[in-house]
């Protein structure tokens, strides 16, 4: 009896070794952490559970089948993250590049569908040299389920990937397919075609890292939803990150104990709106008072800047944050911007996290740039997002809210339960000089007339009280009160019970 339990031992040391010391060793050279250590950082300690690590390839070709390397290049299991579960799989770039095989790609469908099974999210950690060559369409097989358990989740328990090495070809389609992803600056990278075939099919000369790095896709083509230093940080904070998330569709976001009271006054906040209107101020300043303890996580800090989106929590419980950024072509929605908040509302919606909007927009961005890049069809989806949205919903406008912007960041005739509007705010169907600029164009020559009808106009629309006065909006409220009102807005719609009409799924713009 010893021998054996003395041999089951022996092999899992074998097992926890994957492809052996000099490729660990390889590993660490390249500022890079192993599979399992990887998930040493990501879950609480001692808290990993670990299925199938004995499981081993089929392969016959190639000399495969001398070869066996218990676990296959994948380390799945569950554990938890302070203290709530979560599954995982961390691919092993020490066994065969991580590339996946058949049953590599079995052992990831395995935890997909036990997280399915129990309503529990799923962290996945990248790195892997792709479809594993010897294996053919064997393994392209495996991926393609791997896609389809990703369809099935999605929306039903959160899916988070980071990448932590290479992911290349179709493999970056399980990433694609989940709620955030985040990846490491200079050592990984994700792209269809490498640069070697880019070069060939298109002269372009193109490194990795430009091509598919952390930096490319956190800035230029939002695939990643943020960047970071080293493995260490970006586990570090997907931990945060997954703080603020419920654990599946039917359950709420956590709630956590809190010190900071929702009666906390911000007298800056009656200072932040610079007397121009013209002057930007920054948000994010503004989105860090209300929140609990100034703690933000920000989704796409480096993409669609003109429009802020992550989690604070209000009183403990998360909530949403959408808000415009004046610091940032004046805080205009464009392509990128749409996208990027209709993409985060849905999730928020998705996952039952109430949204809290805050306005200081003054329209949509012009242009042929926009126009030709279907301006019309991103609006649409944030325009969309907001109206099937069956959250709690609370609007605060700060400044301006022109045009079809207004229309389409969460009034009330979209479905916003609470709007607020700051005494600052210009609710108007644009700034006063464009208005009298259209409405007088006979006049344009005549400067002191113009001038006056510019007040005029102002004096009538560049306010909160005409929208007050239909009640487009709730309240006009103190800038100092805003933390207080928001709080005890979303208390009053906890038991808030929309259901939109029946349907196989909606038709969203693409
Ligand atoms: C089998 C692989 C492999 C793969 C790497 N290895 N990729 N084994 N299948 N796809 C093995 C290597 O043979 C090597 O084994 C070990 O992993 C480490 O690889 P190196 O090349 O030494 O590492 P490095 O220099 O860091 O380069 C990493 C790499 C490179 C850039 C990922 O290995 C590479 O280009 N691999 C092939 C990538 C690829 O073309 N994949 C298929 C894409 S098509 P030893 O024994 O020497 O340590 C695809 C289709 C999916 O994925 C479609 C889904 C729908």
Known sequence: MTDIIQQLADRRTGARLGGGQRRIDAQHSKGKLTARERLEVLLDEGSFEEYDMFVTHKCQDFGMGNEHIPGDGVVTGWGTINGRMVYVFSQDFTVYGGSLSATHAKK??????????????????????????????????????????????????????????????????????????????????????????????????????????????????????????????????????FDFLPLNNTSKPPSRPFFDGHMRKEPSLDTIIPDNANTPYDMKELVLKLADE?????????????????????????????????????????????????????????????????????????????????????????????????????????????????????????????NYAWPTAEIAVMGAKGAVEILHRSDLGDSEKIAALTDDYEDRFANPFVAAENGFIDEVIMPHNTRMRVARAFASLKSKDVKNLWRKHDNLPL
């Open 108 to 241: 990831i469908c395995k935890v997909q569908e036990m997280a399915m099974r129990n309503g529990v999210p799923i962290i996945g950690l990248s790195d892997s040299g792709g479809a594993r060559i010897q294996e053919g369409v064997a393994s392209l097989a495996g991926y393609t389920s791997v896609f389809q358990n990703n369809i099935k989740a999605s929306g039903v328990v959160p899916q988070i990937s980071v990448i932590m090495g290479p992911s290349a070809g179709g493999a970056v389609y399980s990433p694609a397919l989940t709620d955030f992803i985040f990846m490491v600056r200079d050592s990984s990278y994700m792209f269809l075609t490498g640069p070697d075939v880019v070069k060939t099919v298109t002269n372009e000369v193109v490194t990795a890292e430009e091509l598919g790095g952390a930096t490319t896709h956190s800035t230029k083509s939002s695939v990643s939803d943020g960047s970071y230093e080293n493995d260490m940080e970006a586990l570090m904070e997907v931990r945060r990150l």
């Open 294 to 418: 100034s703690d933000f996580f920000e989704i796409q800090k480096d993409f669609g800047k003109n429009i802020l989106t992550g989690f604070i929590r209000l009183e403990g419980s998360t909530v949403g944050v959408v808000a415009n950024q004046p610091m940032v072509l004046a805080g205009c929605l464009d392509i990128n911007a749409s996208r990027k908040a209709a993409r985060f509302v849905r999730f928020c919606d998705a996952f039952e996290i109430p949204l809290l909007t805050l306005v200081d927009v003054p329209g949509f961005l012009p242009g042929t740039v926009q126009e030709y890049g279907g301006v019309i069809k991103h609006g649409a989806k944030l325009l969309y997002a907001f109206g099937e949205a069956t959250v709690p919903r609370v609007t605060v406008i700060t400044r301006k809210a022109y045009g079809g912007a207004y229309c389409v960041m969460s009034p009330k005739h979209l479905g916003g339960d609470v």
